[in-house]
């Protein structure tokens, strides 16, 4: 083989390996480009799975918020519902209390009502010896009834006639006024006690009436607001 064959021969070979060569760094730039592609298409959706997730944390910040607020305005709500039935309650109270007032106005009416009241003290505490309380502006109501409300709680009770102590030291307030409006008042009736004080029966007007309205009230606010009253 002669020098111009060798030379043709390296030039072959020369082109060969540049072809080799060219070929690979097509492919490597083909994988790389790839490469690329994929790897910044992976970073797009990571940016917006980042960016749905931002979305769906604010949303539902304002759901929430949404539901705080309505469940505010709606306890509000039921607050003032409950706060004006409470007031129209107690309104009926006070007004009941006023009539009470009334009550030892009809002196007749209310001398036979405490002898009623002093009779059912004694058939409840049923003892031989009481003590009673009363108003001052009815001592003289209470003396004149006394005779009779023994009498008829010894004719109901199938026993002697009991001995009752008008406590003369100790009297139950006065009716209530203008000028001591958050003073103790009573606006009537009488509280009987044992002799040792160790059973009392309040049986006041005031008492009685708070004992009904507390035992009226389901059926009141039944009446004023319905089933669905608090």
């Known amino acids: ?74 306890n509000a709500s039921r607050i003032k519902v409950l706060q004006a039935q409470d007031d129209l309650v107690n309104k009926m109270k ?6 009470l007032l009334r009550v ?10 405490l002898k009623d009241l002093i009779v059912q003290g004694l058939l409840r505490l049923k003892e031989p010896a009481v003590l009673l309380r009363c108003r001052k502006e009815d001592h003289h109501h209470v003396e004149s009834v006394l005779h009779s409300a023994k009498h008829e709680y010894a004719s109901k009770a199938d026993v002697h006639e009991p001995e009752i102590i008008v406590d003369h030291d100790v009297y139950l307030p006065p009716a209530p006024s203008h000028h001591d409006a958050h003073g103790q008042f009573c606006s009537g009736g009488i509280v009987l006690a044992s002799r040792d004080g160790k059973i009392v029966f309040e049986s006041t007007l005031d008492a009685r009436l708070e004992v009904v309205f507390r035992k009226k009230l389901p059926e009141i606010r039944k009446l004023l607001f319905g089933q669905t009253a608090a």
């Open 1 to 74: 083989m002669n020098d111009a064959d060798v030379a043709k021969q390296i030039q072959q070979m020369v082109r060969f390996i540049r072809q080799e060569a060219d070929e690979k760094a097509n492919e490597i730039s083909v994988s790389a480009e790839e490469e690329f592609n994929i790897e910044k298409l992976q970073l797009v959706e990571a940016e917006k799975k980042k960016i749905r997730q931002e979305y769906e944390r604010k949303e539902k910040q304002v759901e929430v918020r949404k539901k705080i607020e309505y469940s505010m305005q709606s």
């Open 94 to 99: 006070d007004d009941a209390m006023t009539e």
């Open 104 to 113: 030892s106005h009809n002196h007749h009416e209310y001398k036979n009502l």
